[in-house]
C-alpha cells in the first residue's frame, strides 16, 4: 500500500523559507507526479505544482516566482521550497501523487504551518 | 485558469437520504473531473475520477455524472460516516489544477 510521510518545520516567521519534505513508501518513485497542495485554516485546496523523478517541474503561476521542488531517487523523497513566507502562507500543506492529466490518488497526512511574528 | 463553482455550500439532508452536490466549470473539462471527501483533520480522499469512475474501495452508493461544464455527484442513502467537506477538482486544463471551494455536507 502506497503511502506519503510527511515533515518540516509548523511555525515560521515572515521573509523565511518553508521547507517540506514527502517520503513515498510502498510503491514506485519513478513514473509519476509528485505533487504539494495547500489549504489555508477553514479554506479550499490550492494546487501549488509537481515535479517527477528526473525534476521535470510544473508550477502555479501564482507562486512560482517562490516555489521550488527537488526529488531525491535513491530515498523516494522529494522536497518543497517556498521562500519569502508571509502569514498568507499559512495552511496545511499536502503531499500527493498524480499524473499528468490525472487525479491525486494517494495523499500524505498533511502539516499545519504557521507564518507568525 | 480554470474556476470551479460548488453549489450549495452548505447541505442539510438527514441520514437515509439522497444527497446531490453540483459542481459547474467556468469551460469545458471534458469528463476530466474528479470528487474528494475530506473529514476533519483529514487528507482529502479520492471517490470519484472521470466524472463518474469511482476509486477502489468506494461504496457504491456514491455516484458522479456530468461532462463538459456540469458535473455532480450523488450519494444514494447517506451514512454518518458521509457527512464530510466534498471538493470537485479540474484535470483537464492545467496549470494549474483547480479544485471548487467545497460542499460542506451536515446532518440535518
Known amino acids: 500500500q502506497v503511502q506519503l510521510q510527511q515533515w518540516g518545520a509548523g511555525l515560521l516567521k515572515p521573509s523565511e523559507t518553508l521547507s517540506l519534505t514527502c517520503a513515498v513508501h510502498g510503491g514506485p518513485f519513478s513514473g509519476y507526479y509528485w505533487t504539494w497542495i495547500r489549504q489555508p485554516p477553514g479554506k479550499g485546496l490550492e494546487w501549488i505544482g509537481e515535479v517527477n523523478h528526473d525534476e521535470s517541474t510544473t508550477y502555479n503561476p501564482s507562486l512560482k516566482s517562490r516555489v521550488t521542488f527537488s526529488v531525491d531517487t535513491s530515498r523516494n523523497q522529494f522536497y518543497l521550497n517556498l521562500n519569502s513566507v508571509t502569514a498568507a502562507d499559512t495552511a496545511v500543506y499536502y503531499c500527493a501523487r498524480g499524473l499528468p492529466a490525472e487525479p491525486f490518488d494517494y495523499w500524505g497526512q498533511g502539516i499545519l504551518v504557521t507564518v507568525s511574528s | 485558469e480554470v474556476v470551479m463553482t460548488q453549489s450549495p455550500a452548505t447541505l442539510s439532508v438527514f441520514p437515509g437520504e439522497r444527497a446531490t452536490l453540483s459542481c459547474r466549470a467556468s469551460?469545458?473539462?471534458?469528463?476530466?473531473l474528479a470528487w474528494y471527501q475530506q473529514k476533519p483533520g483529514q487528507a482529502p480522499r479520492l471517490l470519484i475520477y472521470?466524472?463518474?469512475t469511482r476509486s477502489p474501495g468506494i461504496p457504491a452508493r456514491f455516484s458522479g455524472s456530468g461532462s463538459g461544464t456540469e458535473f455532480a455527484l450523488t450519494i444514494s442513502s447517506l451514512q454518518s460516516e458521509d457527512f464530510a467537506v466534498y471538493y470537485c477538482?479540474?484535470?483537464?486544463?492545467?496549470?494549474?489544477?483547480?479544485f471548487g471551494q467545497g460542499t460542506k455536507l451536515e446532518i440535518k
Open positions: 472521470g466524472a463518474s
Open positions: 469551460q469545458s473539462v471534458s469528463r476530466n
Open positions: 477538482q479540474q484535470y483537464d486544463n492545467w496549470p494549474p489544477y483547480t
